[in-house]
């Protein structure tokens, strides 16, 4: 007869970046091993505790494409518990919660849910288990919904609207006396960036943009040596009067090039260069 293996038990940590993230692995650990302690105290035999954890890692990324989420599944074997602090740790999108649950009970594989009070071995926690998912995946739906309102909001008052390292070419990101963030110019960088359109009009394509900087020892905003990808950013922006983003090129308007294909598709090939072929073609 084939000896049954012994169940374990998983404990499942995640933190995301988010400065939403309230709960740490620590109190995540902390809350898990208090529970498995007076859960399987006294078994028989002795159900032991394994972490798993899953550090910069988003809640809308399904389980099974987390790093350590996808080896946690392949250790999972029918009669283990896969314990979570709170449900949102696991997954906040109810297909995907949805899914595994009906793996892990086909697999006889036990879900603990520490934040609800209930595991997927009774028909009441199941139930509970699919509400739950499907409240956290409204509640994620909803908050970006309002981020949307307030970035429409901000962007038809001139304000930023976005929280990034580095704001668009040509601006600078600051407060005002009342706290706000607010744009201003940046002068020197649009000063560089009209020398760089300058050169780029006598003839020079991106290749050999690129190795002037080089030569030059230019370097973009953050110390970097300039790349074709960025000269060509760059030249976008200031053709287009440095809009605040992408999407407002039209709005802005060309101060380079009156044609509107012209700052829609950057051209690899110069101004001059273009002109002089589209006077030979007209002779």
């Known amino acids: 007869m084939k000896k049954q293996s012994r169940p374990t038990a998983y404990g499942y940590r995640r933190r995301s970046n988010s400065r939403e993230d309230k709960i740490s692995l620590e109190a995540q650990g902390s809350q898990i091993r208090t529970y498995h302690r007076h859960k399987f105290h006294g078994c028989q035999p002795a159900v032991p505790l394994v972490m798993i954890d899953d550090e910069g890692v988003s809640g809308g990324l399904p389980l099974f494409s987390r790093p350590d989420g996808k080896e946690l599944l392949n250790k999972l074997k029918p009669g283990d518990h896969f314990i979570i602090a709170k449900l949102d740790r696991a997954w906040r999108s109810l297909s995907d919660g949805a899914t595994m649950l009906h793996w892990m009970i086909e697999?006889?594989?036990?879900?603990?849910?520490?934040?609800?009070?209930?595991?997927?071995?009774?028909?009441?926690?199941?139930?509970?288990?699919?509400?739950?998912?499907?409240?956290?995946?409204?509640?994620?739906?909803?908050?970006?919904?309002?981020?949307?309102?307030?970035?429409?909001?901000?962007?038809?008052?001139?304000?930023?609207?976005?929280?990034?390292?580095?704001?668009?070419?040509?601006?600078?990101?600051?407060?005002?006396?009342?706290?706000?963030?607010?744009?201003?110019?940046?002068?020197?960088?649009?000063?560089?960036?009209?020398?760089?359109?300058?050169?780029?009009?006598?003839?020079?394509?991106?290749?050999?943009?690129?190795?002037?900087?080089?030569?030059?020892?230019?370097?973009?905003?953050?110390?970097?040596?300039?790349?074709?990808?960025?000269?060509?950013?760059?030249?976008?922006?200031?053709?287009?009067?440095?809009?605040?983003?992408?999407?407002?090129?039209?709005?802005?308007?060309?101060?380079?090039?009156?044609?509107?294909?012209?700052?829609?598709h950057p051209r690899s090939i110069s101004r001059l260069l273009w002109g002089k072929a589209g006077a030979v073609a007209k002779d």
Not at 159 to 173: K, R, T
Not at 225 to 251: C, E, H, M
């Open 107 to 264: 697999q006889g594989i036990h879900l603990h849910a520490l934040d609800i009070d209930v595991d997927s071995s009774t028909p009441a926690g199941r139930m509970c288990l699919h509400v739950m998912m499907a409240l956290a995946q409204m509640e994620r739906e909803r908050i970006g919904e309002r981020r949307r309102d307030s970035n429409t909001e901000r962007r038809s008052r001139g304000l930023p609207w976005f929280v990034c390292p580095y704001p668009p070419l040509g601006w600078l990101i600051i407060r005002d006396k009342y706290g706000q963030r607010v744009f201003f110019p940046n002068h020197k960088e649009r000063k560089q960036l009209r020398r760089l359109l300058a050169m780029h009009e006598r003839g020079l394509g991106y290749r050999r943009l690129e190795q002037r900087l080089h030569q030059l020892g230019w370097t973009n905003r953050q110390g970097n040596p300039w790349t074709r990808s960025g000269i060509r950013r760059a030249l976008f922006a200031v053709k287009n009067g440095f809009p605040q983003a992408s999407g407002d090129a039209q709005k802005w308007g060309s101060l380079s090039d009156q044609s509107p294909q012209w700052h829609r």
